[in-house]
């Protein structure tokens, strides 16, 4: 199901299980740095969100690229991290991360390109996708399924980029 409403993990007896939460679209778990994660998959939104709270990265997690798009124009300069699925319905990741891109610039004064740039370079985009293909106008990519120690290794790359 795609939509609005997003997946959590509970303790229960020990084991993790995944279970529906009523919120709009969004799930956020704290940490002193900031990430979007959209995926029309909710359980990928889980694992990845999970992940990213063990670096002491807060989360955001949407399912809806368009939901997702409207939140980073409202958010995107609290942002540090997006990560966008490859294959979402109606719009891919590729064409997502265009849009917001264009979103930073149209945000800042039409003479002052140079800093639509500087704000978008302070942005890190990750690409996850099942996908060997490369982007080059992502900052990262990430094999799907995502392991926690190919994320740190991302993720440490990136600070230093």
Same mark, same amino acid.
């Given at each position: 199901?795609?939509?609005?409403?997003?997946?959590?993990?509970?303790?229960?007896?020990?084991?993790?299980?995944?279970?529906?939460? !009523?919120?709009?679209?969004?799930?956020?778990?704290? /940490? +002193?740095?900031?990430?979007?994660?959209? !995926? !029309?998959?909710?359980?990928?939104?889980?694992?990845?969100?999970?992940?990213?709270?063990?670096? &002491?990265?807060?989360?955001?997690?949407?399912?809806? %690229?368009?939901?997702?798009?409207?939140?980073?124009?409202?958010?995107? +300069?609290?942002?540090?991290?997006?990560?966008?699925?490859?294959?979402? %319905?109606?719009? &891919?990741? %590729?064409?997502?991360?265009?849009?917001?891109?264009?979103?930073?610039? $149209?945000?800042? $004064?039409? &003479?002052?390109?140079?800093?639509? $740039?500087?704000?978008?370079?302070?942005?890190?985009?990750?690409?996850?996708? /099942?996908? !060997?293909?490369?982007?080059?106008?992502?900052?990262?990519?990430?094999?799907? %399924?995502?392991?926690? &120690?190919?994320?740190?290794?991302?993720?440490?790359?990136?600070?230093?980029?």
């Amino acid at each position: 199901v795609h939509g609005a409403s997003l997946l959590s993990l509970k303790q229960i007896g020990g084991l993790e299980k995944a279970t529906e939460i !009523d919120i709009k679209s969004s799930h956020s778990y704290s /940490g +002193s740095v900031k990430a979007l994660v959209i !995926d !029309d998959d909710q359980f990928s939104i889980v694992c990845l969100t999970k992940m990213l709270k063990e670096l &002491n990265i807060q989360c955001i997690g949407i399912s809806d %690229p368009y939901q997702g798009l409207a939140y980073f124009k409202d958010h995107y +300069s609290e942002l540090r991290y997006v990560f966008l699925d490859h294959h979402m %319905p109606g719009i &891919n990741g %590729p064409e997502l991360l265009h849009k917001m891109k264009e979103e930073i610039r $149209n945000s800042v $004064n039409g &003479n002052e390109h140079r800093i639509g $740039n500087r704000i978008i370079n302070d942005h890190k985009f990750v690409l996850c996708s /099942g996908d !060997d293909q490369k982007f080059e106008e992502f900052d990262g990519q990430l094999k799907k %399924p995502v392991f926690p &120690n190919d994320l740190k290794e991302l993720i440490s790359s990136l600070i230093f980029s």
